[in-house]
């Protein structure tokens, strides 16, 4: 499969995880993500993530660069995120969706993004995500691994 195939369902996945319920027809996906992490995406959208990749409510927090307690305000007070948490939960989103891809599997992308890798200097996946240089890192990686490409 060609890298645009990937990333054109890849997107469409994307805004799904996150929630964004435009028509593809309305709106194309990566038009549709941008804007909604301007606004700032629900905290809610999060809960599916942090369950698969079986995160804890502080490492996830962490992760998208808020307090524990901020996001359970903003969920109790069904607020958006910021911005910048939003953007960080893009990455996620996408880089979860890329390994589903590559990996077949959700359960088995979540066990991916959760385990140092030896080509990500024994890092984890998620916690490169914490910027876009790194979240860059963990996607050319993925990649790499669907195209057989030796690390």
């Known amino acids: 499969m060609q890298v645009g195939v990937i990333d054109k369902k890849m997107e469409m996945n ?7 319920r435009e028509k593809p027809s309305e709106m ?4 549709a993500i941008h804007g909604a992490i301007r ?3 629900s905290v809610s959208v999060s809960d599916h993530m942090r369950k ?11 992760l998208i660069g808020i307090s524990v307690s901020t996001l359970k305000r903003k969920r109790q007070k069904h607020e958006r995120l910021t911005s910048f ?3 960080r939960l893009y990455w996620l989103a996408r880089i979860l ?4 891809f590559v990996f077949g599997r959700e359960e088995r992308a979540g066990e991916w993004i959760m385990t ?3 080509a990500l200097n024994n890092q984890k996946p998620f916690e490169m995500i914490q910027s876009a240089a ?3 890192q963990v996607e050319a990686l993925l990649y790499r691994i669907e195209h057989g490409v030796l690390l």
């Open 14 to 20: 994307v805004a799904k995880l996150l929630g964004i």
């Open 28 to 31: 194309p996906p990566d038009t």
């Open 39 to 41: 606004k700032g995406l």
């Open 52 to 62: 698969t990749l079986k995160m804890s409510e502080a490492d996830f927090a962490n």
């Open 85 to 87: 948490a939003s953007d």
């Open 97 to 100: 969706s890329l390994a589903t």
């Open 116 to 118: 140092p890798q030896f």
């Open 134 to 136: 790194g979240a860059q």
